[in-house]
């Protein structure tokens, strides 16, 4: 019986801007997360001599890909 189709019901076509949109979401939450260990590694300051890879590479880094998120989000083909 679940092999019968209804035919009353259209398929359901994909949009291939959910899919990017998916992806740049998950981009954004990865920059802000790689962010926000930036910060926190910067304010404790366990490892002093690496305190600037912290405070500009990571933030740095973070902010590039939460960016390249919100690009494939809200950028129309």
């Given at each position: 019986?679940?092999?019968?189709?209804?035919e009353?019901?259209?398929?359901?076509?994909?949009?291939?801007?959910?899919a990017?949109?998916?992806?740049?979401?998950?981009?954004?939450a990865?920059?802000?997360?790689?962010?926000?260990?930036?910060?926190?590694?910067?304010?404790l300051d366990i490892?002093?001599?690496?305190?600037?890879?912290?405070?500009?590479?990571?933030?740095s880094?973070?902010v590039?890909?939460?960016?390249?998120?919100?690009y494939?989000?809200?950028?129309?083909?």
């Amino acid at each position: 019986m679940n092999d019968i189709k209804n035919e009353n019901q259209p398929e359901k076509e994909t949009n291939p801007h959910d899919a990017r949109a998916a992806k740049g979401w998950k981009f954004m939450a990865l920059g802000s997360f790689i962010g926000f260990l930036g910060c926190v590694s910067t304010m404790l300051d366990i490892i002093p001599d690496g305190r600037d890879f912290s405070m500009y590479g990571l933030t740095s880094l973070g902010v590039f890909v939460a960016f390249y998120g919100c690009y494939l989000v809200f950028e129309k083909e």
